[in-house]
């Protein structure tokens, strides 16, 4: 297969390198790592923040729906669309990101990082939870401190280009998920901003609906102003919200950086 293929490539890098050049490629890849977790903690909390104003927009919707409907009727009836965009902003905000966190990363399942993920260096098949019977609790503590064993033996084992290998590869790990965070940060930013944008043009529609044709359909006049905020955000989701961001530049630069040093 092709990514075997590169695997061995990749393993191959390291096998001339000597061990004080491994050592001080480490200490830059070390720094460069905690630098892009850093970024990647950063676009991740703008995720949560983009979350809390869909949540916001859900709850909000729903306490204005309910007050309108008991006091105010025929002003629920003009803002009715408004609302209802507004809480189905908010379901695709938090279904959105439900989704996303449930998404299973390709490249996870290629990687062999195991001094920095549990993936590769802890048993799948040990009891966790938090309803443990008696039998799995002792189970648990037999596989971690088999797994201790096994890690620690294994760390003490390597060498610096073991090491370098594993971190370059952490390194790429974190740049790819940086990628994908912000791929996932678009896509949550792209459907409150656009969501907002096209709930306003619904509201629009059914006030002007309200003033010029007051004989319209008044019984469905809201709900044909809901069905333009539907269709209106499908047009924008599909072009803006849900397409791939292309790079700047294409990927392929990284080959040429000997050739400008």
């Known amino acids: 297969m092709v990514s075997d293929d590169y695997r061995k490539k990749f393993n191959e890098l390291f096998k001339g390198l000597k061990e004080k050049e491994a050592v001080k490629i480490d200490e830059s890849t070390l720094k460069i790592i905690d630098h892009v977790h850093t970024r990647v903690s950063y676009t991740e909390s703008k995720r949560k923040s983009s979350l809390e104003i869909g949540l916001a927009f859900l709850t909000f919707s729903v306490a204005l729906g309910v007050l309108l409907t008991n006091y105010l009727k025929e002003l629920f009836t003009l803002l009715f669309p408004f609302i209802t965009s507004l809480s189905i902003i908010g379901f695709i905000e938090l279904s959105l990101y439900i989704l996303q966190e449930r998404f299973k990363r390709p490249f996870i399942e290629t990687a ?21 019977n008696y039998e799995k609790r002792q189970k648990s503590k037999q596989g971690y401190l088999e797994g201790l064993f096994k890690y620690a033996k294994n760390t003490l084992d390597t060498n610096p280009r073991t090491r370098l290998r594993q971190d370059i590869e952490q390194l790429f790990i974190l740049l790819t998920t940086e990628r994908l965070k912000n791929e996932f940060l678009k896509q949550q930013q792209g459907v409150l901003f656009y969501g907002v944008i096209a709930s306003l043009f619904s509201l629009l529609t059914n006030l002007l609906l309200y003033n010029y044709f007051p004989t319209f359909f008044p019984e469905f006049r809201p709900y044909i102003s809901v069905l333009i905020f539907l269709l209106f955000s499908i047009i924008l989701f599909i072009g803006k919200v849900f397409r791939t961001t292309k790079s700047r530049e294409p990927w392929q630069s990284i080959s040429e950086l000997n050739e400008t040093e």
Do not use: A, M, S
């Open 112 to 132: 062999r990082t195991w001094r920095w993920f549990y993936h590769y260096c802890i048993d799948p098949e040990l009891p966790v939870g938090p309803l443990l």
